[in-house]
C-alpha cells in the first residue's frame, strides 16, 4: 500500500481542515487565556480571601487589558513584518 500523497492535509475534506483551525484557534485562545491569568494572578493578588478587594480588582482589569493591547501590538507587528517580506521577495523576483 502506498502512502497518501500531498503530506499533511492538503488533499483533506474542506469541513475536516476547517474543523481543525477552529480547534487550533480554540486551543491558541485557551493558552492565551491561561498565560493572562497565570500573569495577573502573580502580579495582582497579594493574599486570595473570599472578596477581591478594590486595588486587586482594579489591578487584574488594568492587567487584562495590557495583555490584550500587548497581544494585539505584538500580532499587528508580525503582521505588518510579514506583509513586508512578502513585498521584498516579490520586488526581487520582478
Not at 69 to 79: G, H, K, V
Request: glycine content about 6%; aromatic content about 8%; hydrophobic content about 30%.
Amino acid at each position: 500500500m502506498e502512502a497518501p500523497s500531498g503530506g499533511g492535509l492538503g488533499g483533506a475534506d474542506p469541513q475536516l481542515q476547517r474543523f481543525i483551525e477552529v480547534e487550533t484557534q480554540k486551543q491558541r485562545f485557551q493558552q492565551l487565556v491561561h498565560q493572562m491569568t497565570e500573569l495577573c494572578w502573580e502580579k495582582c493578588m497579594d493574599k486570595p480571601g473570599p472578596k477581591l478587594d478594590s486595588r486587586a480588582e482594579t489591578c487584574f482589569v488594568n492587567c487584562v487589558e495590557r495583555f490584550i493591547d500587548t497581544s494585539q501590538f505584538i500580532l499587528n507587528r508580525l503582521e505588518q513584518t510579514q506583509k513586508s517580506k512578502s513585498a521584498f521577495s516579490e520586488s526581487l523576483s520582478d
